[in-house]
């Protein structure tokens, strides 16, 4: 398998436009994971699927972020309208299961929001 | 509640000296831990991880830790640093219904020459 895909590795965006970050997950993975990584904040959990349903999305900073799973292999995580202080790395990750088995991380996302 | 406290923001070691990356945890179930790496501008890989088996865990790369209940810790440690060890290193503690899962500060680690 070739783990996590995440897509793009770098955006680069004007304030106000919207942002669609994308993710495939291993296949065979119930899980999946969406984080962001801030110098300020360091790594946070925005959201997580089982079996493509949002589980928990009580770490999603506001109504301007959306996050989907239509199906086992595809997610994406939305920033309509996007704001500069959005700019940090976004990880989706994805697990077998949750008890006792680590997740496997995708490369990330760069976004800078200018 | 379930919280992680990774103890150093950054610490530097000699090539060839032995490293310790302190990590505390407070859990109300019986957690899961895991140690992660990051090497600058990759994602995160796994080093190791603690399931209620051995409590002492050996990973990749020559890191070990060790799981203390009564100390609440699972400091990450390695004989000998090399230079390739450069990087930060994240704790992660795991427990609950839904296996919340949390994410220490990280620890960046410097290995000078």
């Known amino acids: 398998d070739a783990g996590v895909i995440q897509s793009p590795r770098h955006e680069v965006t004007e304030m106000g436009q919207e942002v669609t970050l994308r993710c495939k997950p291993i296949s065979g993975h119930d899980y999946l994971f969406w984080y962001r990584q801030t110098m300020m904040r360091g790594l946070e959990l925005l959201i997580y699927f089982n079996n493509n349903v949002p589980i928990d999305d009580s770490g999603m900073p506001e109504d301007r972020f959306s996050a989907k799973m239509p199906n086992a292999s595809f997610s994406t995580l939305k920033i309509q309208p996007s704001e500069p202080r959005d700019s940090a790395v976004y990880f989706c990750?994805?697990?077998?299961?949750?008890?006792?088995?680590?997740?496997?991380f995708g490369q990330g996302t760069r976004l800078t929001v200018v | 509640a379930q919280s992680v406290t990774q103890l150093d923001s950054h610490v530097s070691v000699s090539e060839g000296t032995p490293v310790l990356l302190r990590c505390n945890y407070s859990s109300s179930y019986s957690p899961s831990l895991f140690w992660y790496v990051q090497h600058p501008n990759k994602g995160l890989q796994l080093l190791l991880k603690y399931t209620s088996a051995a409590t002492l865990v050996k990973g990749i790369n020559g890191f070990e830790a060790e799981f203390k209940k009564s100390e609440t810790s699972f400091h990450l440690t390695k004989p000998s640093a090399h230079m390739s060890d450069a990087a930060e290193y994240f704790c992660?503690?795991?427990?609950?219904?839904?296996?919340?899962?949390?994410f220490g500060t990280g620890t960046k680690l410097q290995v000078i020459p």
């Open positions: 990750a994805s697990s077998p299961s949750l008890r006792g088995t680590e997740a496997f």
């Open positions: 992660v503690v795991s427990s609950g219904g839904y296996q919340k899962v949390t």
